[in-house]
């Protein structure tokens, strides 16, 4: 039988890197004189920075110069890096540090596939940043999720066939993305926003060895 791998998103998965994203973006919807809530903020899981602007911005209902909108980008990332540089290894979620070692120690792979260009100062910065094969992140990549193409790059840094890919995911256009390129995706979080996925945990506490084994062996 030939031998799976694991394709690990970043936010919400190795690490809650959303709720900096969400500050930055909040400040910035409060300096425009509108609000930002945490429900709104659903609707920028998984996408592109500048997609991310945009949604907020039509949410503020303001128009903005692209000239505005990358002084605004600037601003927003200067304050998220502000965040990500005070995080440590205790911010890795549970149940990740052991998942990855029972993967090191069954010599399986695994990759980063990430939409954030922050996804190696972030990995860095938790002590993980050695432990991945490959790490993809937005600086690789040319499509967003749900475009397959983040992780059929990590596919094949990892010189496997998509099939034999497990993606782990916390957004609905990660999980589309990895069903796009014929991946088995695992969706953590909400049943209903990730019904698409092959499989479901309500958080990373449920990626246990068993399940990772069970994974494995399908």
């Known amino acids: 039988m030939d031998k799976k791998v694991f394709i690990f998103d970043l936010d919400g998965v ?45 949410i503020g209902k303001i128009n903005l110069s692209e000239d505005q909108k990358q002084k605004l980008l600037t601003k927003k990332n200067k304050e998220y890096l502000e965040y990500v540089n005070r995080m440590t290894a205790d911010e890795i979620l549970p149940g990740i540090n052991e998942l990855l070692n029972f993967l090191d120690q069954k010599n399986i792979k695994y990759a980063l596939g990430s939409a954030s260009k922050n996804a190696p100062l972030i990995l860095k910065k938790v002590g993980l940043f050695n432990r991945f094969t490959a790490i993809v992140d937005g600086n690789d990549v040319s499509k967003a999720k749900p475009d397959p193409e983040v992780f059929l790059i990590a596919a094949k ?47 990373t506490n449920e990626l246990t060895i068993d399940f990772a084994e069970k994974l494995i062996e399908k």
């Not at 400040?27 to 709104?40: R, T, Y």
């Not at 990660?174 to 309500?202: H, R, T, W």
């Open 157 to 203: 840094k990892l010189k496997k066939d998509p099939v034999d890919c497990i993606v782990i995911e916390d957004a609905l256009a990660g999980i589309q993305a990895a069903n796009n390129a014929k991946m088995i995706s695992v969706g953590i979080g909400d049943e209903n926003i990730l019904k698409d996925a092959d499989f479901i945990l309500n958080n």
């Open 14 to 58: 190795i690490v809650d890197t959303a709720k900096y994203h969400y500050l930055a973006w909040k400040n910035l919807a409060n300096e425009l004189s509108f609000d930002f809530s945490k429900n709104q903020n659903e609707q920028l899981k998984g996408v592109s920075r500048v997609r991310s602007l945009e949604i907020l911005l039509d």
